[in-house]
């Protein structure tokens, strides 16, 4: 079975452009978490989505962020506009108690490298 | 809100010994699951292994293994026979077990395992 796919897996941008992160759960999942990794902060929640609708997104930095998960299977975080500061690695994830080997169990995909600069 | 506390930044063991990472944790929770990822150089975030919290015994996969302490809010993992292949960070995780698969994960800061010859 597929993993979780992220794409790009590396973008670099400059300052004040759109960015798009993209993410195919694993099939079956129900739940979809972006997290943000950096030296300072570590690894943060930014949002999460259970059958599609946000229920948390207080980790989201500012308006600039947003995200979207139009159905079961694709979701987007976006960047607009970008900042050097927004740098990072960008994680998706997805768990569900009916796919993956152990239920309940975060799946990680192999993250975005933004570069801003 | 919960913490997740990995004391020793960084750790060093020789190739076929055993190596032991400390994490603690705060909650007021009574069930919750924790975790224990590997972050190779590659960035990948890879489960190694989890323990739920209303289980006493200490959960094990293959040469990794917990000593899961629920009073003492401590959940260590001991690495037996490091290979070269273990190096890499490891990060700590905590998740809740109300809110079913919706739920967050909080990491701790990580330990940077090197497997020296």
């Known amino acids: 079975d597929a993993g979780v796919i992220q794409s790009p897996r590396h973008e670099v941008t400059e300052m004040g452009q759109e960015v798009t992160l993209r993410c195919k759960p694993i099939?079956?999942?129900?739940?979809l978490f972006w997290y943000r990794q950096t030296m300072m902060r570590g690894l943060e929640l930014l949002i999460y989505?259970?059958?599609?609708?946000?229920?948390?997104d207080s980790g989201m930095p500012e308006d600039r962020f947003s995200a979207k998960m139009p159905n079961a299977s694709f979701s987007t975080l976006k960047i607009q506009p970008s900042e050097p500061r927004d740098s990072a690695v960008y994680f998706c994830?997805?768990?569900?108690?009916?796919?993956?080997?152990?239920?309940?169990?975060?799946?990680f995909g192999p993250g975005t490298r933004l570069t801003v600069l | 809100a919960q913490t997740v506390t990995q004391s020793q930044p960084e750790m060093s063991v020789q190739e076929a010994e055993t190596v032991t990472l400390s994490c603690t944790y705060d909650?007021?929770?009574?069930?919750?699951?924790l975790f224990w990822y590997k972050q190779p150089p590659s960035r990948q975030m890879i489960l190694v292994i989890r323990q739920e919290a209303y289980k006493q015994q200490n959960a094990t996969e293959n040469r990794f293994s917990v000593n899961f302490q629920k009073a003492a809010k401590s959940f260590s993992l001991k690495i037996s026979d490091s290979q070269l292949g273990d190096a890499a960070m490891y990060f700590c995780a905590y998740r809740s077990a109300y809110t079913g698969t919706a739920s967050k994960l909080t990491f701790g800061t990580g330990t940077r395992l090197q497997v020296t010859l």
């Open positions: 099939s079956g999942h129900n739940s």
């Open positions: 909650t007021s929770e009574s069930d919750y699951y």
């Open positions: 994830a997805s768990s569900g108690s009916s796919g993956g080997p152990i239920r309940d169990t975060q799946y």
């Open positions: 989505f259970n059958n599609n609708v946000p229920i948390d």
